[in-house]
């Protein structure tokens, strides 16, 4: 079973940056592939990124692309969320998710371990 840690989250000002980390401990990260997903007050959860276990294929959200990029480090058993350009649409609480798969879903049902989530609030 992997744990999953989520960090980075908190408030900025529209067109600012954050940059969220999933550390995982309990299994190697690199048996895992990952996603992050949000989920805003009376909303659904969605997905944002995801990347392959390898870090070769990754996937985007279409609110999210050119904005976000997801990457990791097997090495030290973390994953990255860049956020660049926020709008206060981002508001939301993030997750992070592990996948005992080569290749990322895009459904929150597809995955088998999540975080606790980190808040992101995005001002105007």
């Known amino acids: 079973q992997v744990q999953l840690v989520e960090s980075g989250g908190g408030l900025v000002q529209a067109g600012g940056s954050l940059r969220l980390s999933c550390a995982a401990s309990?299994?190697?990260?690199?048996?895992?592939?990952m996603g992050w997903f949000r989920q805003a007050p009376g909303k659904e959860r969605e997905v944002v990124a995801a990347i392959s276990r390898t870090g070769g294929w990754t996937y985007y959200g279409d609110s999210v692309k050119g904005r976000f990029t997801i990457s990791r480090d097997n090495a030290v058993n973390t994953v990255y969320l860049q956020m660049d350009g926020l709008k206060p649409e981002d508001t939301a609480v993030y997750y992070c998710?592990?996948?005992?798969?080569?290749?990322?879903?895009?459904?929150?049902?597809?995955?088998?371990?999540w975080g606790q989530g980190t808040q992101v609030t995005v001002s105007s």
């Open positions: 998710a592990a996948r005992r798969t080569l290749l990322p879903g895009t459904g929150a049902n597809e995955y088998d371990y």
């Open positions: 309990g299994r190697t990260l690199n048996n895992y592939a």
